[in-house]
């Protein structure tokens, strides 16, 4: 069965994108195995304490590396990527094998979509950038720059989001296309 990793961009407990990702899940449904990254304690980037790998780091590495494709629902911070998301994917990107930039990284080639739930913008510059990093890192980007929601108003004070059917219809088009291409 394929797995796909599922990364959500931000780290709080209601996140938003969490709840996307549970609604892409189940549009998904038991057609493939889903796992989600917990990041949370990842150092931050340092090549003083890049070879050996920490092993947090070399954990994420190989769970990643063990999956068919990824999937990121992310919020934008100030029109942009979230810094914990950053990190992450600059983590990622580092060679395998130290300072041997021919060894490959846990992300090249890896196939990769895209989806962001936040304000009135519905993520719209994090998507963006986020899509360029992606392919700057050598990931393979399906479905550009995916599905941005902006949510209910109320979700800012309830932590619900609440769906629209037309909200819905882009998710679920984004997940049969993604599972097409992996």
């Known amino acids: 069965m394929k797995k796909i990793c599922m990364i959500i961009g931000s780290l709080r407990k209601?996140?938003?994108?969490?709840?996307?990702?549970k609604k892409v899940e189940e549009f998904i449904g038991s057609r493939v195995?889903?796992?989600?990254?917990?990041?949370?304690?990842?150092?931050?980037?340092?090549?003083?304490?890049?070879a050996?790998?920490?092993?947090?780091?070399?954990?994420?590495?190989?769970?990643?590396?063990?999956?068919?494709a990824v999937w990121i629902c992310s919020p934008e911070y100030n029109f942009n990527i979230p810094g914990t998301l950053k990190?992450?994917?600059?983590w990622m990107s580092r060679p395998l094998v130290a300072n041997d930039f021919s060894s490959g990284t846990a992300v090249m080639g890896k196939k990769v979509t895209i989806c962001g739930a936040g304000g009135k913008f519905a993520t719209t510059g994090m998507r963006?950038?986020?899509?360029?990093?992606?392919e700057?890192?050598?990931?393979?980007?399906?479905?550009?720059?995916?599905?941005?929601?902006?949510v209910n108003p109320d979700a800012f004070s309830t932590d619900k989001v609440i769906f629209t059917e037309?909200?819905?219809?882009?998710l679920s088009n984004q997940v049969?296309?993604?599972l097409k291409e992996i």
Do not use: C, H, W
């Open 14 to 21: 209601n996140s938003f994108n969490l709840q996307v990702a």
């Open 33 to 50: 195995e889903i796992s989600y990254l917990n990041y949370k304690d990842i150092p931050l980037m340092n090549q003083d304490i890049e």
């Open 52 to 68: 050996p790998a920490p092993e947090i780091v070399a954990n994420i590495r190989k769970q990643i590396q063990q999956s068919d």
């Open 87 to 90: 990190n992450l994917l600059d």
């Open 128 to 134: 963006k950038n986020l899509k360029e990093l992606l």
């Open 136 to 150: 700057f890192i050598k990931m393979e980007v399906i479905g550009g720059e995916g599905t941005g929601i902006a």
């Open 166 to 170: 037309e909200q819905l219809k882009s």
């Open 176 to 178: 049969e296309q993604f």
